[in-house]
């Protein structure tokens, strides 16, 4: 990824180290805030103390010496550990009007013991709950509740704080009282809710071999087994005193007994106070009498509908079940005879309760669905909105219940799972929920919508994905729609994750987009970005012929593969992006606007060119450049004319050769040398290349000759790349010359420059008047057998721009003649080769 003001890569590695090194404390104090763990009394009594933990863990088996007191809101997790108690007669832990206690066990085997002398709790107006782990061993001697005894405050608080006990799991178990209640004691107004879990091998002395619930108390069995339990004398499960109350909607209670003479194997009350209602569960081998009481029975018969459980009924009303359902018909109510049951009646006796039912009426069904702006686009630090609205012609039909985003991590198996939520409506969180509030950078959320059909209306059962849009536009893959709530709700999830994000401004690429015909397909390395790596780069031609820079994405044009660039054919380019690993972490994503430039220059894009996939982890550009194969054409001759080639002794260097008008090349500079230190050129920019420099010739000494001349290259107009060859011939003054390119030239000479040193030399005479001024010779023609210069019939007097022969030399590849001269090492800084090609040219 590239971004005009981004810092580099160091510069935000170093920020980041700054801000961890800054944040260390607050995080240590953070985490220090939220949980602890202990390993003794002393620990664990400060924690409970210590508002700033919510939740402390045991690091080992603690044994206290006297009660702890739990007075806030707190979770214990015994974490495969046991707590126990060195005093005797005593409650382990006991939690007030102001407390809240949860006791859990992450680990195995993690235990409340009693070591049979001392109850588990005394919830004394406090909530305790119990979600897993085990009370075992508890005992109260003299008194009721072994393992928990819940009681209210009474007149110590103002007002009167009642007790709750809630079991979700977990296990009491091995449990005695001296008196009644040998697990659960319930008092006055307080509370027992089983959920879940079990009790068991319980015994009570006197009544209530599991749970004894005082007058005015009250038990709820939802869930969860009550087994092996046992009284002395009466409820071998249940003892309800007085005007306490019972009630099972589920679970199991079994293999519970009475000793000889006591009443109810199972559950005790007295006919004429106790308060029961059992609608659901079991109970099973409790002898001949589970129960002493005679209860009334309540029957409903749902006259063609679903199944309705009886209910037995002592000192109450009945309970209203879960209406029935019967297809084609509205449920009306019950009805006793041809009244309708109210449910607010005390039962005096055997009753039967029948459904009424009236014709459904037609429903209209919902099999389109349009919801549009919802925002997706949140970025770091943003709260989530609630945005959806209805749209299309089936908005009136229903009402929208609530928008949702989970926040989503990956655990240590690579599986997703919800670890946060957030609703537009209060009241869809659940107990435990975890909140967020607002967008973390590079986190990962998952948006859903919750519909309600309204009077009338249904949301078709066969509504599908593809019968959903959001935003305008189709689900992407992985969303899904449930119909529930036999039509009446429609839950919508999406299945792309929103992942706050920096958006990619810009992606610089140097690309090779000019090639020749007849060359062969070659890519670049790709962008320079640590935020952006470059997938695979690709071109593509008619017919199906296409090439990319990847062996996975070459097998697309199964086996039609580009493998040279043909003359007057066109070819298109793309390329493929993604981001980086280090760009995810940071939080990076393409869009619809993130700029391309290639080798500098900004490419003008249409819509239909850029695909940004729904994450905004990839970006394919598509058809960007259109390229036509250049055709190349040899340079067969150069022309450098009104070279001087004439100098006298101490004559200065004097340059004005030029290459004619209308060339495909052109003359950029000359020069003379004596030796590959020592010479003279006519560009300043090269003048380095001489250690010692002429300022004027002498007599007696042999110069070389050498020039420089550039190929104009590509000509757009004629789509044509000009370049000189390994058989192109120079003219100097209209006379052919060998030459021969410097010895760190590696090239064969196809190429557009020719820095060549020629056999041409030139000898300044003494300065006297009866001879020419200087001897100037090449190898390139035979008009002259002049060796030393010295011969009235040498042709000495030559031009002082017209080129003469010179015998001696070496071979010449250029042309298959001789060539003498010394041959000079030039180093060329920020030049290079001129790479014949036609420019690319955008798509508009």
């Known amino acids: 990824m590239y971004i005009m003001k981004k810092r580099s890569l160091q510069g935000r590695i170093t920020a980041f180290i700054l801000t961890l090194c800054l944040a260390a404390p607050q995080m240590s104090m953070l985490t220090f805030a939220e949980n602890s763990t202990v390993s003794n009394e002393t620990e664990l009594k400060s924690a409970l103390e210590n508002t700033e933990f919510a939740e402390i863990k045991l690091g080992g088996n603690i044994e206290t010496t006297w009660e702890l007191d739990v007075e806030r809101t707190v979770t214990l997790d015994l974490n495969g550990y046991t707590l126990s ?64 005894d819940v009681s209210n405050t009474g007149v110590t608080e103002a007002p009167v704080k009642y007790g709750k006990f809630v079991m979700n799991g977990g296990t009491i178990k091995d449990c005695k009282a001296g008196d009644d209640g040998a697990a659960v004691d319930i008092g006055m107004g307080c509370t027992f809710t089983m959920n879940d879990g079990t009790i068991s091998n319980c015994r009570a002395e006197d009544d209530g071999g599991a749970v004894f619930v005082k007058q005015g108390g009250f038990f709820v069995m939802n869930s969860g087994t009550i087994e092996n339990c046992s009284a002395c004398n009466n409820g071998g499960a249940v003892n309800i005193y007085e005007n306490g109350s019972f009630t099972m909607t589920g679970g199991t209670i079994k293999d519970c007994k009475v000793d000889l003479g006591g009443l109810g194997n199972a559950v005790y009350g007295k006919n004429n106070t ?7 569960g079991t109970i099973e081998n409790c002898g001949v009498f589970p129960w002493s009481f005679d209860e009334f029975t309540v029957t409903f018969d749902s006259d063609g509908g679903s199944a309705v459980s009886e209910q037995k009924v002592l000192n109450t009303s009945a309970i209203e079940p879960n209406e029935p359902k019967r297809n084609g018909y509205d449920f009306a109510g019950w009805y006793l005879n041809d009244a309708k049951y109210t449910f607010d009646t005390k039962i005096a006796g ?21 919801i549009e702006n919802v925002k997706l686009d949140y970025q770091p630090g943003n709260a989530p909105q609630a945005s959806a609205k209805r749209t299309g012609t089936n908005q009136d039909k229903y009402d929208i219940l609530f928008e949702c985003w989970e926040k989503q991590e990956k655990d240590a198996n690579d599986t997703m799972h919800t670890v946060g939520y957030w609703y537009s409506d209060e009241s869809c969180y659940s107990d435990g929920d975890v909140r967020f509030n607002t967008f973390e950078k590079g986190g990962r959320y998952r948006y859903s919508v919750k519909l309600k059909a309204k009077d009338g209306y249904t949301f078709d059962s066969n509504l599908k994905d593809e019968n959903v849009t959001l935003n305008g536009a189709s689900l992407p893959f992985g969303s899904w729609v449930d119909v529930m709530n036999d039509g009446k709700t429609c839950l919508i999830t999406y299945g792309t994750e929103t992942r706050p994000s920096q958006a990619v401004e810009e992606i610089r690429l140097d690309a090779i987009i000019n090639f020749n015909a007849g060359d062969k397909p070659l890519f670049s390395t790709g962008v320079i970005d640590p935020i952006v790596d470059t997938d695979h780069q690709r071109w593509d031609a008619d017919n199906g ?23 007057d054919k066109s070819y298109t380019y793309g390329v493929y992006f993604k981001i980086s690993d280090l760009g995810m972490k940071e939080g990076y994503r393409f869009d619809q606007n993130t700029k391309l430039y290639i080798n500098g220059e900004e490419i003008t894009l249409t819509p ?44 200065k260097p004097v340059f004005t050769g030029k290459s004619p008008e209308g060339v495909k090349y052109a003359y950029n500079c000359e020069w003379w040398e004596l030796d590959s230190k020592t010479g003279a050129i006519s560009a300043d920019f090269f003048s380095g290349a001489y250690e010692n420099k002429i300022t004027t010739f002498e007599s007696g000494k042999t110069y070389h000759y050498g020039v420089y001349v550039k190929a104009v290259g590509f000509v757009e107009s004629e789509n044509t790349s000009y370049i000189f060859g390994p058989d192109t011939k120079l003219k100097i003054n209209g006379e052919f010359v060998n030459y021969k390119r410097y010895e760190n030239d590696t090239s064969d000479g196809s190429d557009g420059t020719m820095w060549v040193i020629t056999d041409l030399t030139m000898t300044p005479k003494a300065n006297d008047t009866s001879s020419d001024s200087s001897d100037t010779n090449s190898d390139s023609k035979d008009t002259s057998s002049n060796n030393s210069g010295t011969s009235a ?23 298959g003649n001789n060539v003498s001269g010394i041959l000079l090492t030039f180093v060329i800084a920020g030049s290079g080769l001129v790479v014949a090609g036609r420019r690319s040219r955008k798509n508009k």
């Open 85 to 148: 108690c060195s005093s005797t007669d005593e409650d382990i832990i006991r939690v007030r009007g102001s407390g809240n206690l949860t006791v859990k066990d992450s680990g195995t085997n993690g235990k409340i013991d009693g070591q049979n002398k001392n109850c588990g709790f005394e919830v004394k107006g406090g909530t305790l709950t119990l979600e897993s782990g085990s009370i075992v061993n508890c005992t109260d001697a003299d008194g009721d509740g072994g393992a928990v």
């Open 274 to 280: 106790a308060i029961v209602v059992i609608s659901g």
């Open 350 to 370: 055997n009753i039967t309760l029948k459904a009424h039912w009236t014709p459904a009426a037609t429903l209209s069904s919902i099999n389109m669905i349009d």
């Open 545 to 567: 012929y296409g090439i990319t820079s990847s062996d996975f994405w070459n097998t697309r044009y199964n086996g039609k593969l580009i493998t040279e660039f043909e003359a």
């Open 608 to 651: 239909d060119q850029i695909d940004v996939d729904d994450s905004g982890e990839t970006i394919w550009f598509s058809n960007v450049l259109t390229m036509t194969p250049s055709t190349v054409k040899v340079i067969d001759v150069v022309e450098i004319n009104d070279v001087t080639v004439s100098f006298k002794d101490g004559d």
């Open 793 to 815: 019939n040498s042709n000495s007097n030559t031009d002082s721009k017209n080129p003469a022969k010179n015998n001696a030399g070496s071979t010449n590849p250029n042309t």
